[in-house]
């Protein structure tokens, strides 16, 4: 599975974006995706998943209310909408997958090269 996000940029405070991961390969392997980001000198921290199936999702809390995450499967696209963004949501943000292989019972992740997003004051 290979993953490539777009629809990073800046935006001033307030404004939104909306970023993409599109996904291509062995798809079907796909079970739960989500969003992270980081900046310099921090850790990669969750911002949201959501699960296979029937697609349940959750936020991190200074994002809850704010962004909300969504995938469309026939697309093999998830999508990150984040509304009244904040200087603190500057970061590189990362789509992530975990994939699961039936034949070997494996589960492995597989992240995207990341997307700058900067928001000005």
């Known amino acids: 599975v290979q993953l490539v996000e777009s629809g990073g940029g800046l935006v001033q405070a307030g404004g939104s974006l909306r970023l993409s991961c599109a996904a291509s390969g062995s798809t079907f392997s796909i079970n739960a995706m989500g969003w992270y980001r980081q900046t310099l000198g921090k850790q990669r921290e969750l911002v949201a998943f959501?699960?296979?199936?029937?697609?349940?999702?959750d936020y991190a809390a200074s994002v809850k209310g704010r962004f909300t995450i969504s995938r469309d499967n026939a697309k093999n696209t998830m999508y990150l909408q984040m509304n009244s963004l904040k200087p603190e949501d500057t970061a590189v943000y990362y789509c992530?997958?975990?994939?699961?292989?039936?034949?070997?019972?494996?589960?492995?992740?597989?992240w995207g090269q990341g997307t700058l997003v900067t928001v000005s004051s």
């Open positions: 992530n997958a975990v994939t699961y292989y039936s034949d070997s019972d494996r589960y492995l992740e597989v």
């Open positions: 959501i699960t296979g199936g029937v697609g349940s999702a």
